[in-house]
């Protein structure tokens, strides 16, 4: 298991998220209510998915010797109707959708191009997210 991380907020959404010696500010939006002081929550979850794929396409193109010299990750997140998914094994509700586009740099062959795009799924934070999530939430004063 990880270490945990702590989450405080006041009176606003302005949250303070400490993860070891790392503090960061999550936020909404002033159109949400927030002061747009950090990222929103969907915005962290979305960078958590690119930051961990980048490292993932690192860590096998260091391994295989392949000349990955960065790789720059857009993406982008919304919720749709299951209804309006054709291709989803849901159909009530809402599935979230996270669309990435990929830009690796470096002076790569068609076929090392390949390989690192389907590495991408392998990064864990993607595993995580295309499984079964389980939350267990308790208070502390138990």
Known sequence: MGEPITIRSGASFRTE??????TIIADEPKSAGGNDEGPTPYDLLA?????CTAMTLHFYAKRERIPLEGVEAVI??????AKDCADCATTTGY?????????LLG?????????????????PVYKT??????????????
Do not use: K, W, Y
């Open 76 to 81: 982008t997140n919304d919720r749709m109707h």
């Open 47 to 51: 960078s958590a998915l690119g930051s």
């Open 17 to 22: 998220i400490v993860a070891g010696v790392h």
């Open 129 to 142: 997210l295309t499984s079964e999530i389980r939350i267990e939430e308790r208070s502390a004063e138990e």
């Open 107 to 123: 002076n790569l062959s068609p076929e090392q191009r390949t390989a690192l795009l389907g590495i991408a799924r392998r990064c």
């Open 95 to 103: 599935i979230h959708r996270f669309d990435v586009t990929l830009r």
